[in-house]
């Protein structure tokens, strides 16, 4: 059977032929069936049903299905969630990451209303398992069709996967490094160079002249458009496991650490890591150690709802002088300024607390309004 009638009869074993309302259990059952048609045996020990993974001296962790090599090596964890499970969200894939890693495996499948490859061999260019391809159950999907020619047994234990894995790992890094550099045109000092540039192309009508005609000029760098568009399948999981992801990554570096070394590491860009920090920070998770070296204070991330909760209490309840801190410190994360209506939202406090301690700010000069409405810190 050629690969695109094997993908044809893993779509009908995963979605055709499935009630929406199928047990875990069940749907598990059908995993194993489409993995079968990939040349894998279930009685030969090469697919074993929740192995058991050792943790440290007493505990043990069970992934749901596992390949398995010659000399028990672990080559492909698989995590199964009934189609009607958000593979979105971060519960399943933190779980697989968790396997992979204890595992010491390359690849990890999370398979629910589509397919999931996960990445974390010596190509990954980051240290937490990679999002690399994400592959919907439709009878014609070229990526589907890949997918069986990636993970069919034959071709898979000679790694005939590898130029496949190089692709999509590329692709992923281009399109990472046209993210950051699309942050870099965006910023002030992209600006500064460009009026350099132009200062220096028509230096012959004298400087007096030019400064002149560029000091009234004004012009905006933004992107109507996308003009590049990052594959689905290399698009990480975004809000909680954004955060998760950082946070981890700081606990792993207790004596501190900055955001180019976060961004290195966990292959968000700079405004992803940029508004996890802010949103660490606001949750009470980090702190700066010093200025722009970041520490982990929780073991874990405080819930947002208890966060907000808790917060509008105490500015409701306390003193002028906390409902002041409040807003200051919200104010400090903004460095291009922030408007009232969005500190009334991002701390909970009421539009007149805010107005009071914006006013009484500014009257001690740690704030100023840069425009009208747009407020930071001196």
Not at 267 to 284: A, E, M
Not at 308 to 321: D, F, I, Q
Not at 342 to 365: D, F, I, P
Request: glycine fraction near 6%; charged fraction near 30%; charge should be positive.
């Amino acid at each position: 059977m050629d690969t695109k009638e094997i993908w044809k009869e893993i779509c009908f074993l995963l979605s055709g032929s499935i009630k929406p309302d199928i047990s875990e259990k069940d749907y598990e059952n059908q995993v194993i069936r489409a993995i079968e048609k990939l040349g894998w045996r279930e009685y030969t020990g090469e697919i074993k049903r929740q192995p058991e993974l050792k943790v440290g001296r007493s505990m043990t962790i069970r992934p749901d299905v596992a390949i398995y090599g010659q000399g028990d090596e672990a080559l492909i964890m698989i995590e199964v969630k009934r189609p009607a499970v958000r593979l979105s969200k971060e519960e399943p894939s933190d779980q697989l990451i968790s396997y992979m890693l204890q595992a010491q495996s390359d690849f990890g499948l999370l398979i629910g209303s589509s397919i999931r490859l996960f990445y974390n061999g010596k190509e990954n260019p980051q240290r937490r398992p990679l999002l690399l391809d994400r592959i919907t159950f439709e009878s014609n999907s070229e990526e589907g069709i890949r997918f069986v020619s990636v993970f069919n047994r034959n071709d898979f234990l000679k790694s005939a996967y590898k130029p496949h894995i190089k692709n999509l790992i590329d692709k992923f890094t281009a399109g990472r490094n046209i993210k950051n550099l699309k942050e870099i045109l965006l910023q002030k000092e992209t600006k500064a160079k460009i009026l350099d540039l132009l200062k220096n192309e028509y230096s012959e009508y004298g400087s007096d002249v030019v400064d002149g005609a560029l000091r009234d000029l004004k012009f905006e760098l933004s992107y109507e458009l996308e003009s590049v568009i990052t594959p689905p399948s290399i698009i990480v999981d975004q809000g909680e496991s954004f955060l998760k992801t950082v946070f981890d990554t700081i606990k792993q570096n207790q004596d501190g650490i900055g955001k180019s070394k976060l961004v290195q590491l966990t292959g968000l860009t700079t405004k992803q890591i940029s508004n996890q920090l802010y949103k660490l920070t606001k949750r009470g998770a980090i702190t700066t150690k010093e200025r722009g070296i970041y520490i982990a204070i929780r073991k874990k991330i405080p819930p947002r709802k208890k966060m907000l909760e808790s917060k509008t209490r105490v500015a409701k309840t306390s003193s002028g002088g906390t409902i002041r801190k409040i807003v200051y410190d919200e104010i400090r994360q903004y460095k291009d300024g922030i408007t009232k209506d969005t500190l009334v939202k991002a701390t909970g406090l009421e539009l007149r607390q805010v107005s009071n301690a914006l006013y009484k700010l500014s009257k001690k000069k740690l704030i100023h309004s840069i425009k009208r409405g747009i407020y930071v810190v001196l």
